[in-house]
């Protein structure tokens, strides 16, 4: 059984780039096979001029590729101070404290910094996730179902949140992002691909997208329809 | 590829403190041994900072990596066995084991001298073995560190010309005092407590927690583990060979299910991920097993009559573990380490810019 | 190194082999279901052992004996899982796996303090005592009787998780413990349910063992907790058909390494398996957890 078959994906620097597609379709697949956690068995992925298809995720994670994952995966039983530490630490020029302060700040978790994690709340522990990516100062930034979860209100601040990140001249990162919640692909993304059953059925503009009628068969449907006339 | 990483300097200070504190206790409560004027009590304390020093090595690897070690006491084998080699006297070498090679038949060290070559011989098995061990996943760690205790048993019981196998070593000379071991004890947590806080240290903790999300930071899985077993079993070697010259005599059985049973209560009653639990573990299961150990041969208190209980000792300590595990598995102190309510005193007068 | 030399050990092999294959099968019982490395397990042989001699100092026969000393063992194994391993469900594997080493104390000791801390010899009946011959070739009746008896036992065990409600129920746990909660099966039960059989294999495997051997030390469990634990890794990882082909792969190779090793490499031959089971741990790729998957 293919998960994926014939995806080229392209991603720049200070470009954000959406991914979407029903549930089944390969997104998380694709992310895992360019963050190395899997090995693809046709295909290469590529960073900047660097083969790095079949590395190690540790490996490829140095080559300024930062992730975060669709369930928050958080260090347990370190506090939130310590969770950043860990990414911050990978880059030796920066004076680890400072930095880490800086992002604690920057993502509003200061007052929960000597925190376990175990005891954060859901929004929090997102946020931390991205504070953690972040932390190694990616070129390209991967976020896995940023918005699941997440009411109209807190969806909305998400997106100023990752506004923020791509225009912080300190940042400067390529952002993909997957997602089921299409107000917000469609507001944020400069461009949207479109997986189905492991192929790329688009790759365009929120705009286009909307109109491709292959992509309204395919996955939008109904769902699209009701969420088109909302946007208007 | 980059490979340094960067210290936090809160982490750092953080650990001095807890270093600074641990100390002045165990300085304090040993202090106070030698105006007993026990022999005994002497020479139990001790054998509990010796033992403190290996558990702490212990805790070292297991309690920043999560991956259990069961054959830790191959180390504490390596550096008794050497250290026996090397500081008998000569004379009783040639009877003793008469099969040595001609270089360790004639030379006899100091203890320092002994240490450092045992800490030596300890960190070169633990590369050799960890190289194959730290490439498996955390749990077949696990239960491959298990047949390494078995493996260091067999090899001990049978390789006679350098052990004397069953028979057991003898004779080595006593180069060790109290202040001796309480220098050593210090030692030894000042730098279990360095690499608890080190960038090394904190990848291998996340690497504990969740090992896709420490791969997705950067964090080498591999390297940062056999970090942590190198470090561990130098120094589980050195309290091997500090351990030698104190007990003066020992065999095979010293390294084997008992021994491994013991030093992991202490560490699991203790808390894994603490250098003051390590310590704390040590010294509640050398009382229990100092207090237990009078019924166990049997006593009579008053006109009540005790019969021998033989076991009674471990059967105590494998309940507390059972009791530790079910009810509080961090155990006593988690992963919190000893501060002086001073020190949160001084800061938060620093913080009101008092001083 | 003649021809009956070699059928000769391949008996012995055989024999010794099944003894191990069903020991293994108790011990990947509780694997296959649990995920738990039970080093208790060996605890059981012991309980067998010493409950069939403090009952036959008491004049109570062979046969009955080793009955109840079989009854002993499953018991006490349905009780450490009710006492010890249920409560830590939900705990890391590193703590269970320590739990179970903790427990393994705890009958050892309770053995020591309740029934006696000294080794003991039991006598075995005469007529396994005896040797048959066929042709040039020596049998002893033990080895036919572990063979035979260690076969049937093996046997009933499949019809039962072949035909059976719950024999079913549990060879799906075994497979995939989710998904058989999905469909319904009880997950306390079945858990139960292999702490028996876990435990009725080791008391059948104990009478055979201790008669081999003649007696019994209390820490005598260390060695067939061992020899289950590597015929279980050999044979794949907690299977319950890996566990039988294991243990006949590693009776062989004891017999085979016996016979060919020098005298004073006899020694190494606990080591040397262990190195096998070393290099299994470091080949396989998922480790040991089957149903963890680290991605």
Redesign the interface.
């Known amino acids: 059984m293919q998960a994926l078959s014939g995806v080229t994906l392209e991603l720049s620097e200070s470009t954000i780039l959406g991914l979407i597609g029903p549930n089944g379709s390969g997104k998380t697949t694709l992310v ?1 096979i360019i ?4 090995r693809p068995d046709a295909g290469q992925v590529f960073v900047g001029d660097i083969d790095a298809t079949g590395w ?4 490829i ?2 080559l300024g590729v ?2 975060t ?1 669709q369930i928050a ?6 506090t939130v101070r ?2 950043v ?13 400072d930095r ?1 302060m800086h992002l604690l700040d920057r993502f509003s978790l200061t007052q929960w910094a000597s925190t376990w994690v175990s005891d954060l709340p859901y929004g929090v522990e997102r946020r931390l996730g991205i504070a ?2 972040l ?2 100062q990616p070129r390209f930034l991967l976020l896995d179902e940023p918005a699941a979860g997440l009411n109209e209100e807190e969806s909305d601040q998400l997106l100023s949140m990752i506004r923020g990140i791509r225009e912080d001249p300190e940042f400067r990162c390529g952002i993909l992002i997957i997602d089921h919640d299409l107000r917000l692909i469609f507001r944020l993304c400069d461009s949207v691909h479109v997986l189905s059953e492991g192929k790329t059925i688009a790759e365009a503009t929120p705009q286009e997208i909307r109109r491709n009628q292959a992509v309204i068969e395919s996955y939008l449907g109904k769902r699209y329809e009701d969420e088109d006339a909302e946007l208007r | 590829m980059k490979v340094t990483v960067g210290w936090s300097h809160r982490r750092l200070a953080d650990a001095v403190r807890a270093w600074l504190s641990l100390s002045i206790l165990l300085a304090l409560v040993c202090g106070t041994v030698p105006i007993w004027g026990n022999e005994y009590l002497m020479d139990t304390v001790t054998t509990f900072l010796i033992v403190s020093a290996m558990v702490v090595a212990w805790q070292t690897f297991m309690g920043n990596s999560g991956i259990v070690s069961f054959g830790h006491v191959a180390f504490f084998a390596v550096g008794a066995y050497l250290s026996a080699i090397l500081t008998i006297p000569p004379e009783i070498k040639e009877v003793a084991l008469p099969s040595l090679p001609p270089m360790f038949q004639q030379v006899q060290l100091g203890s320092i001298a002994t240490v450092i070559a045992a800490a030596t011989a300890g960190g070169v098995v633990a590369v050799a073995i960890g190289l194959a061990f730290t490439r498996m996943e955390g749990n077949a760690m696990g239960i491959a560190t298990f047949a390494l205790l078995v493996m260091m048993y067999s090899l001990i019981l049978n390789w006679e010309s350098v052990t004397r196998g069953g028979r057991g070593i003898y004779a080595v000379p006593c180069n060790v005092t109290l202040t001796s071991a309480l220098i050593a004890l210090v030692v030894v947590a000042g730098v279990a407590l360095l690499f608890k806080a080190s960038p090394t240290g904190l990848r291998l903790q996340a690497s504990r927690d969740d090992p896709l999300a420490a791969q997705a930071l950067g964090v080498h899985l591999m390297a940062v583990r056999l970090a942590g077993w190198v470090l561990s079993a130098i120094i589980m070697a050195a309290g091997g060979s500090l351990w030698a010259q104190t007990v003066l005599a020992f065999g095979p059985s010293s390294f084997y299910f008992r021994d491994t049973f013991n030093m992991l209560a202490m560490l699991i009653i203790g808390g894994q991920a603490s250098v003051t639990g390590a310590v704390a573990g040590c010294a509640l299961v050398t009382v229990i097993s100092e207090l237990f150990r009078y019924p166990e041969r049997g006593m009579t208190i008053g006109f009540i009559q005790i019969p021998e209980l033989p076991g009674l000792v471990h059967l105590v300590i494998a309940l507390l573990i059972m009791g530790t595990l079910i009810l509080r598995p961090s155990g006593l102190l988690g992963s919190r380490e000893l501060t002086f309510p001073a020190w949160q005193w001084l800061r938060t007068l620093k913080k009101r810019r008092l001083i | 190194m003649t021809v009956e030399l070699i059928v000769q050990q391949v008996i012995n092999a055989l024999s010794r082999g099944s003894l191990y294959a069903l020991l293994a099968l108790g011990l990947a019982m509780v694997y296959s279901v649990l995920g738990l490395m039970n080093f208790a397990y060996g605890e059981l042989v012991t309980v067998t052992g010493y409950t069939m001699w403090f009952l036959m100092v008491r004049g109570i026969s062979f046969p009955v004996a080793a009955v109840i000393g079989i009854v002993a063992a499953t018991v006490v194994s349905l009780l450490t899982e009710l006492t010890a391993f249920h409560p830590l469900r939900r705990a890391s594997f590193a703590a269970i796996l320590f739990s179970s080493f903790a427990v393994s104390v705890i009958i050892q000791n309770l053995i020591r303090q309740l029934i006696s801390p000294r080794p003991r010899g039991i006598r075995i009946p005469a007529a396994l005592d005896e040797v048959v011959r066929l042709g040039p070739f020596y049998i002893g009746v033990l080895s036919l009787v572990t063979f035979a008896l260690s076969l049937a036992v093996m046997i009933l065990l499949v019809a039962f998780l072949q035909r059976s409600r719950w024999g079913i129920a549990l060879r799906a746990a075994a497979a995939d413990f989710e998904v058989a909660r999905l469909v319904g099966v009880r997950a306390n039960r079945i858990i139960a349910l292999s702490f028996v059989i876990s435990g009725l294999l080791a008391g059948i495997g104990g009478v055979l063992w201790v008669s081999r051997i003649g007696g019994m030390t209390p820490s005598m469990g260390l060695t067939p907790v061992l020899r289950s634990f590597i015929a279980v890794v050999i044979g794949g990882l907690g299977t319950l058909r890996g566990a039988v082909v294991g243990g006949f792969v590693l009776a062989f190779l004891e017999v085979a390494l016996h016979v060919l090793l020098p005298s004073w490499a006899r020694p190494f031959i606990d080591a040397l398996s262990l190195v096998v089971v070393v290099v299994i741990l470091y080949i396989s790729p998922e480790g040991l957890i089957r149903k963890e998957v680290e991605a």
Not at chain 1, 56 to 59: A, F, K, L
Not at chain 1, 73 to 78: D, E, K, P, T, V
Not at chain 1, 85 to 97: F, K, L, Q, T, Y
């Open positions: 895992n963050t190395g956690v899997l190690r995720p540790d490996h994670c140095r930062g992730r994952f995966r958080l260090f347990g039983s370190l310590e969770n530490e860990v990414g911050v630490m990978a880059r030796p020029e920066v004076d680890v404290d880490v953690l990516a932390g190694i």
